[in-house]
C-alpha cells in the first residue's frame, strides 16, 4: 500500500477493471486481502482473487471471483499502463481481413489433418472461401474446389 502511494498509484475510489483492490475485513489487520478488479457495481466489486473460497475469506486456496462490498475495499493499486490507440471496428475488421487472407497462404497443420477429415465427414464442419490445402505433387495450394 504505502508503495503504491509512493508510486503515485494508489487510489481510494473511482475502481476500475484491473485495479488492485486491498481488502480490509473487520477484525483482521489493517489489509487482508488482495483481488484484482474485474467489474464494479454502485456498492460492490467483483475480482479474481487468489488463495480464497467459500469458507474462508483470506486463505481458502482456491481462485474464484468473488463479489464483495465496497466498504471492505481499503483501496486498490491502479498500474501505470501504457496508453494503446483506440481501434474502431472498421480498422478491426481490416486487420482481421488481412489476417485471414495471410491464412489461406498457410497450409494447415499435418497434425490435425485426421481430426479435419472426421469433422467433415460428419458435418460438424464445412470448407469455406479462405480454406485451401497443400497439394503435395505439385508443390502449391489448392483450393476446395479442386483448382490450382
Keep these: ?19 488492485i483492490a486491498i ?4 477484525g483482521g489487520a ?15 466489486v467483483i475480482a479474481i482473487e487468489g488463495n480464497t473460497g467459500a469458507g474462508n475469506d483470506a486463505n481458502g ?24 490507440e483506440e481501434m474502431t471496428q472498421d480498422q478491426f475488421d481490416a486487420m482481421m ?9 498457410t497450409a494447415p497443420a499435418t497434425s490435425s489433418a485426421e481430426a479435419r477429415e472426421w469433422a467433415e465427414a460428419n458435418g460438424l464442419i ?7 490445402h497443400l497439394n503435395t505433387e505439385s508443390g502449391g495450394f489448392e483450393h476446395q474446389n479442386g483448382n490450382t
Design 1 to 19: 500500500m504505502r508503495a503504491a502511494q509512493a508510486a503515485g498509484m494508489w487510489v481510494t475510489g473511482g475502481y476500475r477493471t484491473g485495479d
Design 23 to 26: 481488502y480490509d475485513f473487520p
Design 30 to 44: 489493517e489489509t487482508d486481502h488482495t483481488g484484482i478488479i474485474e467489474s464494479v457495481t454502485a456498492t460492490n
Design 61 to 84: 486456496g482456491e481462485v474464484q471471483r468473488r463479489t464483495r462490498k465496497l466498504s471492505l475495499v481499503k483501496g486498490a493499486v491502479r498500474p501505470k499502463f501504457e496508453s494503446e
Design 97 to 105: 481481413d488481412k489476417w485471414l487472407e495471410s491464412r489461406t497462404k
Design 126 to 132: 464445412t470448407g469455406c472461401i479462405f480454406r485451401q
